[in-house]
């Protein structure tokens, strides 16, 4: 395509100017519009925040530069008219003992969440898709090796955590530290918000 320059402007103007649609074409791309989809195993329609929120706790006094993350996301599960409300938690980590499901598992149990100072305590309601009725996975996991994890939490909790502006997560008691927003947990928040405005 040619790209034809008016009397008066520069060749490097007009670059510049394509350069800069094309990170907004980009950035378009990247759209935090909260996702709806019908199930067709399960009829259940199924509504989720464009992206989740990536929380990260330092454990590098196990392994060197080692990591803990959550990914937390919302779910809206419609059946019939009936809406049932669950947080998605996607935990991994980047050492190599985290491999012990069974440990992590009971270290999800119960977790705390934090949203401006306020704890918002939540115990896990299950494990697997069932738990939601939802036939495939709703959120990507982060890696293979990831364990998925359902909590049960009204829409009014939801928009507790949408309008709050510190959010970190307490696993487990004995664990050292929380587990705090990533530096780039601007969009997951923003997809957060989005989703409650259109939640019902």
């Not at 999800?108 to 401006?116: G, P, Q, V």
């Not at 306020?118 to 896990?124: S, T, Y």
């Not at 959120?139 to 293979?144: G, H, I, K, S």
Request: net charge negative; aromatic share 8%.
């Amino acid at each position: 395509m040619a790209v034809l320059t008016q009397p008066g402007k520069t060749a490097a103007g007009t670059i510049a100017l394509l350069l800069a649609m094309l990170l907004a074409s980009a950035c378009g791309g990247m759209g935090t519009t909260p996702d709806s989809r019908l199930d067709p195993e399960t009829g259940a329609t199924i509504d989720r925040a464009a992206v989740p929120i990536k929380f990260f706790q330092d454990s590098s006094g196990r392994a060197a530069y080692a990591r803990n993350f959550i990914y937390m996301g919302p779910l809206a599960v419609n059946r019939m008219g009936n809406y049932h409300y669950y947080l998605w938690l996607g935990v991994w980590s980047t050492h190599a003992d985290s491999v012990d499901t069974t440990k992590r598992h009971d270290e999800l149990e119960a977790i705390t969440i934090i949203a401006d100072g306020e704890p918002l305590a939540l115990e896990v309601a299950g494990w697997t898709l069932g738990t939601i009725g939802s036939s495939a996975p709703v959120y990507d996991r982060p890696v293979a090796a990831a364990i998925d994890a359902y909590y049960v939490v009204t829409l009014d909790q939801i928009r507790l955590l949408a309008e709050a502006s510190d959010i970190s997560i307490q696993v487990a008691p004995g664990e050292a530290g929380n587990y705090e927003v990533w530096t780039n947990g601007a969009r997951g928040m923003e997809a957060l918000r989005k989703f409650v405005r259109q939640a019902r």
